[in-house]
């Protein structure tokens, strides 16, 4: 069946370090990923779409990388900082529908 | 441009009962999306609309209804409201496909409503 996991546990860093999420899939064939971050008790909000024929995508201290060998997207947030604390949700889109399927996200905290 | 509004914040039902959740774009996209978000869990898609009078259903219909008689307007019906319903409401558009605009499916949300069905 398909499969959509990103890691359910909060990661916790410090203040000015680099926040990595994962989100891994299994029996997709995703034309294009996207990343929204999601503030409680709001909608979630898009940030970054990365499409399956690009490696990297940047926006400002945002990075998005997306492996379809490994079947995996990794989102990176430099120099993090406490207003960074959020959840983050990948959705995935096999092209076509425009109909994503959406992940359950992961909850980021950074410390001061 | 408000973007994505919806209707009301939050809602308490009793079971049985019926209500109409409320959902407008002023953003002339064409598609637009009913989500459910429960504790802990993604986004659940309930119905989708392709546009005005083109309605389908997604992963978690029943127990809800939907028109879409507008570019506009898209609203959720809940009849007979059942505790299993309870949850928290999104409704987003996307101007995916459309001429001059985007040709991915970057989703705009609207606040949410928080409903509980006891």
């Known amino acids: 069946s398909q499969k959509i996991e990103q890691n359910s546990e909060a990661l916790n860093i410090q203040e000015g370090k680099t926040a990595t999420l994962t989100c891994n899939y299994t029996?997709?064939?995703?034309?294009?990923l996207q990343w929204y971050r999601q503030d409680p008790g709001r909608g979630p909000v898009f940030l970054l779409l990365?499409?399956?024929?690009?490696k990297e995508k940047r926006k400002e201290r945002l990075k998005v990388t997306f492996d379809t060998t490994l079947k995996q997207s990794l989102f990176h947030i430099t120099a993090s900082q406490p207003a960074d604390s959020a959840t983050y949700l990948c959705?995935?889109?096999?092209?076509?529908?425009?109909?994503?399927?959406f992940g359950r996200g992961t909850s980021l905290i950074v410390h001061p | 441009n408000a973007g994505v509004t919806q209707t009301p914040k939050f809602r308490i039902l009793k079971i049985g009962q019926s209500m109409t959740l409320q959902c407008t774009q002023d953003m002339n996209h064409n598609y637009m999306y009913w989500y459910r978000q429960d504790p802990g869990m993604g986004l659940k898609l309930i119905y989708y609309?392709?546009?005005?009078?083109?309605?389908d259903k997604g992963e978690v219909p029943n127990g809800y209804n939907v028109s879409r008689s507008t570019t506009e307007d898209f609203p959720l019906r809940l009849e007979l409201a059942a505790p299993s319903q309870t949850s928290v409401y999104f409704c987003?558009?996307?101007?995916?496909?459309?001429?001059?605009?985007?040709?991915?499916?970057?989703?705009?949300f609207g606040p949410g409503t928080r409903l509980t069905v006891l």
């Open positions: 959705a995935l889109d096999e092209g076509g529908s425009y109909i994503p399927t």
């Open positions: 990365i499409r399956e024929n690009e």
């Open positions: 029996n997709y064939s995703p034309a294009y």
């Open positions: 987003a558009s996307s101007g995916a496909g459309l001429a001059g605009g985007s040709s991915y499916n970057e989703q705009f």
């Open positions: 609309s392709v546009g005005a009078g083109i309605t």
